[in-house]
C-alpha cells in the first residue's frame, strides 16, 4: 500500500476536495507531508486521513480559524496537558453549537406563531396598585450589554439583606428597546425602610397606582417581543394613550429556577389612565 499519496489520491480518500485541500494548507491547518520543491506537487500520508476528516467536520461546525489551530496544535502535541487543552477548544464549542441550536429552535416556534393567524396572547387591561420598593435608577448607554442590570440586583441584594417580599421588576423607558439607551429603574419590593449603609445609588420609591395593558410571558425571553407587540396592539387597537415606559415583574426567573420553560415574566405596558374607560377589561390580542 501507497504511503505517499498525491493530492488527488487523498482527494478521493478524504472526499475533500483538492481546492479544500489546499486552502487547508495554505491556511495552516493541515500541511502535506511533503512537498515536491521542483514541481510543488502536494504529497499526503495515511496518517493525515484522519486529521483530514476532523477538520473537516470542525469546519462545516464553523468552528472558528484559532480555535482549529489551538486544537491541532494541542493534538499534534500528545501529551496529556495537551489533550486536555484540545477538549476544552472542543467542549467550549460545542456548547455554543447548542445555545446556537436552542435559539434557532426558539426562533422557529416563535415564526410559527407569527405566520399563524389564529394564534392569540392574552392581555388584560388592569390598574397596577401602589408599591414601596427599593430601586437602583440609571441611564443606559447604547451598545451596554445587560450586565447593568446584574450590577443593580446585587445591590439591591446587599440593600435588602434577606428574601424580598414579593417578584423583583423594572421600569423601562421604550428608548432603551427603539434606539439602544434610556432610563431604566430596576426595583425589589420591601416592608420596611432602606436599611443604614445601603450603596448610594439604591432610594426609597413608591410606585403610583398605574393603569396598563398587561400580558404574561412564559418562558425564556427570546421571543419578549411578542408579548411587547401583542400588549401594545392591544393599546393602539384599543385607543388608549401610551406613556414612556413599560414594566416587566419577574414573576418567576433565573433568580428561582434554572428551568427556562418555567419563567413568568408580566409585561406591562403603562397607559396614560382614561376616565371614560371601566376599570379592568380582558381581551385576546393577536399580533
Request: aromatic share 6%; no cysteine.
Amino acid at each position: 500500500m501507497a504511503e505517499r499519496l498525491t493530492i488527488g489520491e487523498f482527494s478521493r480518500i478524504t472526499h475533500l476536495s483538492i481546492r479544500a485541500l489546499r486552502r487547508y494548507h495554505e491556511q495552516g491547518l493541515l500541511v502535506p507531508a511533503e512537498v515536491d520543491p521542483a514541481t510543488g506537487y502536494r504529497y499526503y500520508a495515511l496518517t493525515q486521513v484522519r486529521p483530514a476528516l476532523t477538520i473537516k467536520r470542525f469546519r462545516e461546525l464553523d468552528l472558528p480559524l484559532a480555535d482549529l489551530r489551538r486544537f491541532i496544535e494541542a493534538e499534534s502535541d500528545g501529551e496529556e496537558l495537551a489533550h486536555g487543552a484540545a477538549q476544552r477548544v472542543v467542549t467550549a464549542h460545542l456548547r455554543r453549537l447548542e445555545d446556537r441550536l436552542g435559539r434557532t429552535q426558539r426562533a422557529v416556534q416563535a415564526l410559527r406563531e407569527i405566520l399563524d393567524p389564529d394564534a392569540e396572547r392574552v392581555v388584560d387591561l388592569e390598574v397596577l396598585p401602589p408599591q414601596y420598593v427599593l430601586a437602583v435608577s440609571l441611564d443606559v448607554p447604547a451598545g451596554a450589554d445587560l450586565s447593568w442590570y446584574g450590577d443593580a440586583m446585587r445591590e439591591l441584594d446587599g440593600a435588602v439583606g434577606r428574601r424580598p417580599v414579593a417578584p423583583p421588576g423594572g421600569r423601562y423607558e421604550h428608548t432603551l428597546f427603539t434606539e439602544g439607551h434610556g432610563r431604566a429603574t430596576v426595583y425589589l419590593p420591601a416592608d420596611s425602610p432602606l436599611p443604614p449603609g445601603s450603596p448610594d445609588t439604591v432610594r426609597e420609591l413608591r410606585l403610583p397606582r398605574r393603569t396598563a395593558a398587561v400580558a404574561t410571558h412564559a418562558g425564556r425571553h427570546d421571543d419578549l417581543d411578542l408579548t411587547y407587540a401583542a400588549v401594545g396592539s392591544f393599546a393602539a387597537r384599543n385607543g388608549l394613550r401610551p406613556r414612556s415606559l413599560v414594566e416587566e415583574v419577574y414573576l418567576v426567573g433565573p433568580r428561582d429556577t434554572d428551568r427556562p420553560d418555567r419563567w413568568r415574566t408580566l409585561v406591562a405596558w403603562l397607559l396614560i389612565p382614561d376616565p371614560a374607560l371601566p376599570p379592568a377589561q380582558s381581551r385576546n390580542a393577536s399580533l
